[in-house]
């Protein structure tokens, strides 16, 4: 029995849907409502209680750790390997993970956040709103959520994340300049973990995404895009996730899936 307790396809909340897809894994999809602030409501921090998704349940083990948690999927079930044999490339691997998960997905988060969730948030019930704070377990969640929700997330901050995410798309371009894939001449978890996050940029930051630009960032993109395990997971989203791939996959060019 797998059990997925998460969000959209998309950043942390899509890593483990794109994973098992890619191998050919059944499992049950529960969808946690982050608008609704379902990850932090007492049926899913039974499940998790520090309120993060992911949460990926089996044989009755939690893990709560996206990235850690596709390599135990990889190592613990049938299906292409999503791993590198070569220690070298292995090692790469982990190394652009981190970087992703460190660095480059916190700053994409919170250049999105203060553009997209803050404002909805402007107008609502001072007290109401502490008291959702209130209801976030761990507490640097907490402070990023009191920043979204007052609208005080310091400009620099915002500043010093568009600094990070244009360095990492210039880092990755420079990668996919010498490989096909991130960690050398196979499809890895690399890749995944960037693409869970990276798949919308040519709609996102057109000026810094694009064949002119980031020519080999773009060629990966494609390929990404055209495989059939991560456009499986891409439709699963229920809000704007799935739609936004769509609009990505017709700007790259890359075909519909059958039946789409």
């Known amino acids: 029995m797998l059990d997925v307790h998460t969000w959209e396809p998309n950043a942390n909340s899509g890593k483990p849907l794109f994973c098992l897809h890619e191998k050919g894994v059944p499992f049950t999809y529960h969808y946690v409502d982050m608008g609704a602030h379902e990850h932090h409501a007492p049926e899913f921090l039974a499940i998790n209680p520090d309120g993060t998704i992911p949460a990926i349940v089996h044989n009755g083990f939690t893990m709560t750790e996206s990235t850690p948690a596709m390599e135990y999927i990889d190592e613990a079930f049938m299906g292409p390997p999503l791993r590198p044999k070569d220690p070298f490339r292995r090692w790469q691997m982990r190394v652009l993970m981190r970087y992703m998960d460190n660095v480059v997905a916190p700053s994409l988060a919170m250049i999105a956040s203060n553009r997209l969730a803050a404002p909805r948030f402007a107008g609502e019930d001072p007290d109401e709103l502490r008291r959702r704070l209130d209801r ?14 007052f609208q005080s997330t310091p400009p620099t901050d915002i500043a010093e994340s568009e600094r990070r995410a244009s360095d990492a798309i210039r880092r990755f371009d420079g990668i996919l300049a010498h490989e096909p894939w991130l960690a050398g001449e196979d499809f890895s978890l690399a890749d995944i973990c960037v693409f869970a996050t990276f798949y919308a940029l040519p709609l996102a930051r057109p000026q810094e995404v694009n064949d002119q630009a980031r020519p080999y960032l773009m060629r990966w993109l494609r390929a990404c895009h055209a495989r059939p395990g991560l456009q499986a997971a891409l439709r699963m989203g229920k809000g704007f996730i799935s739609q936004r791939a769509a609009e990505v996959r017709e700007r790259l060019g890359v075909a519909e899936p059958a039946g789409a």
């Open 136 to 149: 976030i377990p761990l507490p640097e969640r907490r402070a990023s959520w009191e920043q979204l929700m």
